[in-house]
């Protein structure tokens, strides 16, 4: 079982619901690897996360997920089709984007990408959104109410998760899914990066580099 990230450790959901989902989730064909799982709150504590983008689950291709929400590994080709789109969002925003889909390097910025499932059998997709990962979600989100950050929910699945976002004065940015299904329905053209930056620079806060690789 891997040890909890030691800045979240705390929170209620490591000690009543995680050797119940550790014990479910054991094995090779669970994505990605259970070192990598918790990347996300390891890569980004909550007293340095800035911006919260909330993801669905990870991606179910052997060799694509890295444990942050829509990165993939750097030598990934081609690039999944979401985060994809993201990136042409980027471009059409700031005018440039990464050179590869590892988004570390956001995450290091203070950008926490969480997905609401820490983990998948390869090749089901959505295979364990029911396991209970949603508890350390709701729980994270509630520990990230104690002053102002910029959320970024993407899609109706993120968006249901906006009443476990408390205290005031957040940046709130929903807009559809950047899936190829719903991009063309909002997503494009939300211009969330530049957005956030410009929020972040009235805060007296440095912008988040939005390009630069890991």
Known sequence: MSAPPSAWSDLAFFREDYPRIAA????TDILPPAAQRFAALDLTPPD?????????????????????AFSVAPDVRPLPRSLSNIFQELEDDLGDRPATGDLSSWARQGVLLLNTALSVPAGRAGGHAKLGWSGLTRQVLGRLGDRPRAFLLWGGHAQGFRDHIRGGDHLILASPHPSPLSARRGFFGSRPFSSVNNWLKQRGEPPIDWITSA
């Open 24 to 27: 479910a989730t054991a094995g």
């Open 48 to 68: 340095a996360t800035r911006v919260v983008i909330l993801g669905q689950d990870p991606y179910p291709t052997p060799g694509h997920a890295n444990g942050l």
